[in-house]
Each structure stands twice: as structure tokens, then as C-alpha cells.
T-cell receptor
Framework: QKEVEQDPGPLSVPEGAIVSLNCTYS??????FMWYRQYSRKGPELLMY????GNKEDGRFTAQVDKSSKYISLFIRDSQPSDSATYLC???????????FGGGTRVLVKP | DSGVTQTPKHLITATGQRVTLRCSPR?????VYWYQQSLDQGLQFLIQ???????AKGNILERFSAQQFPDLHSELNLSSLELGDSALYFC???????????????FGPGTRLTVL
């Protein structure tokens, strides 16, 4: 079993819809959680990070962590075609900063 | 643009060969990380260097090695290449050694390696 799991998608939504992305993780030692966005043939770029449980909002993006169920979510409001990308959740190991990534979910926002 | 540069962008080589991938971190960053991204394994951590010293190791094969030079650029050496080594190789950098979660990693554009 992988430590971080994501549905690979693709997830197709119309422009303006809310995109809902999820990850589950198995390692209770994970404390920080990141969401990266990766466009085709590009490197991942950090969107948001959260610590422990709770919500964090940044513009159209909201990240949620539920440590009791080991569940991480990212919501994108008012989605745009430019949001079409692969979204990766990740967490660093407690001892150090090496990131463990989920497999990524491909999102398609159709105009 | 993350400020992390990687060369070359593409590399095509044959099985059994050896290649070197190069990474220059963002100005001021002391840590360099190497990741491999393949279709079946996803994005996997290989190794981290901090200020010239190896800091952490992941699932890096013995055929692979890396180093970080005094000017902080890093090289990843892949030898005795196999078909399964074909992947995207990303370098990332961060300011410090990486207290978990507080040290953002910025990724380069990657090197696409094709082994024929």
C-alpha cells in the first residue's frame, strides 16, 4: 500500500464549477500536507500547504486536512481552463524534508 | 519560473550507458533534492544534499549517485542504464536543510531521459 493515495482521474468539469480533489494517507507521522500543481511537461509548483488538521484558504483554493480519517482535500472554486493540470498531494517525512507524493489527479476544465 | 535550472531538457541514450544530469538551485538555496517521475511509480524522492553533504536518501538505486559541488550545483549520475530508467528527473531546491514542512521545495523543469 502506498503511503499517499490519489484517484488518478481524469476529472472533467465545466468552467466555473468547483473542483474537489482528495488524498488519503496511511502514515500517522505525517504532520504537514502540500498540494502541488503540475502542468504537462513542467515541474511541480507548490499551491498550498497546511499543518495538522483544519482548513486553509488562498484565493480560489481551499485545503482541508482531517487527521482523524487521514484525508486531505483541495477545492478549487470558479475553475478556469488554466486550472487544467495534474494535482499532487504530498507530505514530508517527519525526519527531514523528503516529500512523499500521491500519484496525482489529472483535472480538465472545459470552457 | 521557479529559479531552478536543469540541463539537459531531453536525453536519449542506449542501455548500458552512463549519463549525467545537472541542476542549479535557486540563488541562496542550500538544499538540492532529486526526484524521479515515471508513469508506474509516480514522483519518488531519490536523494537530498545540503551544503555539499548528503542529507537524506530515498529509493535510489546503487547504479545512481549524486553530489553537490561547492558552488551548490548538483549532478545526478545514472550508470548501466536500463529501459526502466526512462523517466522524468526533477531537481528541487530549498533554503535550508528541511525541517519537515517548513522549507518549501521549488522544482526545476526536469530532464526527460529516454533509454533505448
Amino acid at each position: 500500500q502506498k503511503e499517499v493515495e490519489q484517484d488518478p482521474g481524469p476529472l472533467s468539469v465545466p468552467e466555473g464549477a468547483i473542483v474537489s480533489l482528495n488524498c488519503t494517507y496511511s502514515n500517522s507521522a505525517f504532520q504537514y500536507f502540500m498540494w502541488y500543481r503540475q502542468y504537462s511537461r513542467k515541474g511541480p509548483e507548490l499551491l498550498m500547504y497546511t499543518y495538522s488538521s483544519g482548513n486553509k484558504e488562498d484565493g480560489r483554493f481551499t485545503a482541508q486536512v482531517d487527521k482523524s480519517s487521514k484525508y486531505i482535500s483541495l477545492f478549487i472554486r470558479d475553475s478556469q481552463p488554466s486550472d487544467s493540470a495534474t494535482y499532487l498531494c504530498a507530505s514530508p517525512k517527519a525526519a527531514g524534508n523528503k516529500l512523499t507524493f500521491g500519484g496525482g489527479t489529472r483535472v480538465l476544465v472545459k470552457p | 519560473d521557479s529559479g531552478v535550472t536543469q540541463t539537459p531538457k531531453h536525453l536519449i541514450t542506449a542501455t548500458g550507458q552512463r549519463v549525467t544530469l545537472r541542476c542549479s538551485p535557486r540563488s541562496g538555496d542550500l538544499s538540492v533534492y532529486w526526484y524521479q517521475q515515471s508513469l508506474d511509480q509516480g514522483l519518488q524522492f531519490l536523494i537530498q544534499y545540503y551544503n555539499g553533504e548528503e542529507r537524506a536518501k530515498g529509493n535510489i538505486l546503487e547504479r545512481f549517485s549524486a553530489q553537490q559541488f561547492p558552488d551548490l550545483h548538483s549532478e545526478l549520475n545514472l550508470s548501466s542504464l536500463e529501459l526502466g530508467d526512462s523517466a522524468l528527473y526533477f531537481c528541487a531546491s530549498s533554503v535550508a536543510a528541511g525541517v519537515a514542512g517548513t522549507d518549501t521545495q521549488y522544482f526545476g523543469p526536469g530532464t526527460r531521459l529516454t533509454v533505448l
